[in-house]
């Protein structure tokens, strides 16, 4: 019987899951673990690198990314459920020095 393959989604608003496998391809079905413990099978859109995250639903553009229960980012384009989620679709909130300065001054995100 072949091993389960595990994404962990910590909190119930998170709307990413984080891999905990390697070898994940286009076609993987993996289990998604929620708070609950419930495991929901996902089948994975991407090849995903141990780690890194998976969308557990459709995200809109512009809507941000939830992990861990913390925002860590804004889609950047429209991701499907099963989707690699990376620099490649979001734009990071962590570290951002610049955002920060910006609420401050009063200027607007563009």
């Keep these: 019987m072949a091993e ?25 079905v993996i289990a998604i673990l929620d708070p609950s413990g419930t495991q929901t099978p996902l089948t994975v859109r991407d090849a995903i690198p141990y780690g890194h995250k998976v969308a ?33 679709n979001l734009d990071s909130m962590r570290g951002r020095g610049d955002l920060e300065r910006m609420t401050q001054e009063g200027v607007q995100d563009a």
């Excluded at 393959?5 to 390697?22: H, Y």
């Design 4 to 28: 389960q393959l595990v994404a962990l989604q910590v909190k119930d608003a998170d709307n990413v899951a984080t891999i905990f496998a390697d070898d994940v391809i286009p076609g993987t």
């Design 56 to 88: 557990v639903r459709p995200i809109a553009v512009g809507e941000l990314i939830i992990k861990y229960g913390e925002e860590i980012g804004v889609a950047t384009h429209d991701i499907a459920a099963g989707a690699y989620v990376h620099v490649h």
